[in-house]
């Protein structure tokens, strides 16, 4: 588990200017910029919270990524088929 | 010699400034108790507030994560994150380099900020209690989330450190010490969104009766389980009730479902230890 690399790409697409939009339109380059394992590249795109936070990342910052990829607090762990 | 004029803590979620209106039979009681805790302290006039607080990754990463940090800066800047409140808060580095010494000498090495920016832990409270935005802010950071955290005894040693470097402070420095965080919540879990009613008036109650030392028996996987991740962040109440050193005074609780978080608000009575009125830690 990445979870320096986790927690760095939580930060930096909420803090760092253009990041967020950058993932928009190019989530695979922008994910490549962090050490972060295969699994977890993937889990991050199909933003599932529950595989990440099950990986060992911590639920508060796992709350602030889930957030600035668009899924609210309340909807952190509801099934995103079909998403 | 300095004064601690005030001991308080609250609870510090967003949705208090963010969804303030929320079931008003509830939410109306809690802001009224921060207005009469801003009234307080408003007549106690004080030269500066210590704000104990933490961080939920906005400030600090795990490419450096302190356990404790005092802020130093002139202007401690916000982060504003989530839609939380932004601006600027005005700090008071002289009276944090006598803390930060005082500290050390007490066996308290923290860590120090020149720069330490805000979260919602530090600017919804102050959202609330504009009497200490106005007496400038002393930021002071407690890991609460990011383990092993500083254990409850730990934070109850550094409370009473720090009423003693304030009785110490030069110039007849007048200040008060408030912790913010918790109740019961759990914050990016399954469970986000329940309460633990029971756990925060107990947790009330212990404090109300000078009973301190029960709450710091208690581990972080009881507190967790019971009531959430989030109320790890009772450190910083140890920290203020600890420097008090005497009574709890609820000022308000409320189960505020709306928030996601048991939302309490309370002051401490300021006993120095040293004249034997103080709770036996």
Known sequence: MSIVGLNRLARELEHTPGLRERYESEPGEVLGRFPLDPEERDAVRRRDAAWLLAAGMNPVALRNLMVVLGVAHQDMYRSREGD | ?281
């Open chain 2, 1 to 281: 010699m300095g004064r601690l004029v005030l001991a308080a803590a609250t609870s510090h979620v967003g949705a208090i400034v963010r969804n303030p209106g929320a079931d008003p039979a509830r939410s109306d009681v809690l802001h009224r108790a921060w207005e009469t805790l801003d009234a307080e302290l408003a007549a106690l006039k004080p030269d500066a507030v210590v704000l104990v607080a933490t961080d939920h990754y906005e400030t600090f990463g795990l490419e450096n994560y302190p356990t404790f940090c005092l802020g130093m800066a002139d202007v401690h800047e916000a982060w504003g994150e989530f839609g939380n409140p932004g601006g600027t808060v005005p700090g008071r580095p002289e009276l944090a380099k006598e803390l930060l010494h005082g500290l050390h000498r007490r066996g308290f090495d923290l860590a120090r900020s020149h720069t330490m920016a805000l979260d919602h832990s530090f600017m919804v409270p102050l959202a609330k209690l504009p009497a200490a935005a106005s007496a400038g802010v002393v930021p002071l950071f407690v890991n609460c989330n990011t383990p092993p955290l500083p254990t409850l005894a730990r934070c109850a040693e550094l409370g009473r450190a720090l009423a003693d470097t304030i009785a110490e402070l030069p110039g007849g420095a007048r200040v008060a010490v408030i912790g913010t965080g918790g109740l019961s919540h759990w914050v990016g879990l399954p469970r986000f969104g329940d309460i633990n009613e029971a756990f925060d008036r107990k947790v009330l109650d212990l404090l109300e009766r000078g009973r301190l030392p029960e709450v710091l028996a208690w581990s972080d996987e009881r507190i967790e389980s019971e009531a959430g991740n989030g109320a790890l962040e009772l450190r910083t109440w140890v920290i203020a009730a600890a420097a008090a050193g005497g009574r709890c005074r609820t000022l308000a609780y409320q189960p505020m479902y709306p928030w996601t978080v048991g939302i309490g608000i309370a002051a401490f009575d300021v006993v120095r230890p040293d004249a034997g009125l103080g709770v036996v830690l």
